[in-house]
T-cell receptor
Framework: AQKVTQAQTEISVVEKEDVTLDCVYETRDTTYYLFWYKQPPSGELVFLIRRNSFDEQNEISGRYSWNFQKSTSSFNFTITASQVVDSAVYFCALSGLGGTSYGKLTFGQGTILTVHP | DAGVTQSPTHLIKTRGQQVTLRCSPKSGHDTVSWYQQALGQGPQFIFQYYEEEERQRGNFPDRFSGHQFPNYSSELNVNALLLGDSALYLC???????????????FGQGTRLTVV
């Protein structure tokens, strides 16, 4: 069975602060994908990043960066110099590439990020 | 290019009734997945359709059924509605060439179902 845990239920920061969202996962699959999605109040899940289990390189995209550590089964997400527009619910998700986990996303409970001006 | 579109956006039904939700995938996508998101929770996978067949199913009762049409659009049907079925229902589309998910799933804005 697959499981994704986002230990932080809510985070509140002041604009321009850096913030890190934690994600820990469990899977028996040897190959898998990890994702981060953002859900604004409109409800639509917006794709941010996908990382496959073979690629442990960290990635930076503008103010966003991701730290994937297979040894600790973690895939953390950092927003640098946060902005009010970053306020949303953020979900970490996992998808296997084989068997019953193929093609379906297992989501964490989400982290509510509020950025105050 | 239209993304994933879902209809209706909001729906109120009475316990025991049946409901049908609709989803049109993003252009070029051939796979549709449905998720249920209860308030304050992460989305839960219901099932996935590819080539008009259900290829994966989550832990949902048979009251939840679906269909995919030749144009790749999809319907989610829920029978004998319970109060606990109240949730945001999200549709996601993706492209699975050769059976491998090498694209991210694009989500619609969802249908907010309230059962009273």
């Amino acid at each position: 069975a697959q499981k994704v845990t986002q230990a932080q239920t809510e985070i509140s920061v002041v604009e321009k602060e850096d913030v890190t969202l934690d994600c820990v996962y469990e899977t028996r699959d040897t190959t898998y994908y990890l994702f981060w999605y953002k859900q604004p109040p409109s409800g639509e899940l917006v794709f941010l990043i996908r990382r496959n289990s073979f690629d442990e390189q960290n990635e930076i995209s503008g103010r966003y960066s991701w730290n994937f550590q297979k040894s600790t089964s973690s895939f953390n997400f950092t927003i640098t110099a946060s902005q009010v527009v970053d306020s949303a619910v953020y979900f970490c998700a996992l998808s296997g590439l084989g068997g019953t986990s193929y093609g379906k996303l297992t989501f964490g409970q989400g982290t509510i990020l509020t950025v105050h001006p | 290019d239209a993304g994933v579109t879902q209809s209706p956006t909001h729906l109120i039904k009475t316990r025991g009734q049946q409901v049908t939700l609709r989803c049109s995938p993003k252009s070029g996508h051939d796979t549709v997945s449905w998720y249920q998101q209860a308030l304050g929770q992460g989305p839960q996978f219901i099932f996935q359709y590819y080539e008009e067949e259900e290829r994966q199913r989550g832990n949902f009762p048979d009251r939840f059924s679906g269909h995919q049409f030749p144009n790749y659009s999809s319907e989610l049907n829920v029978n004998a509605l319970l109060l606990g079925d109240s949730a945001l229902y999200l549709c996601a589309s993706s492209f699975l060439p050769g059976g491998y998910m090498n694209t991210e799933a694009f989500f619609g804005q969802g249908t907010r179902l309230t059962v009273v």
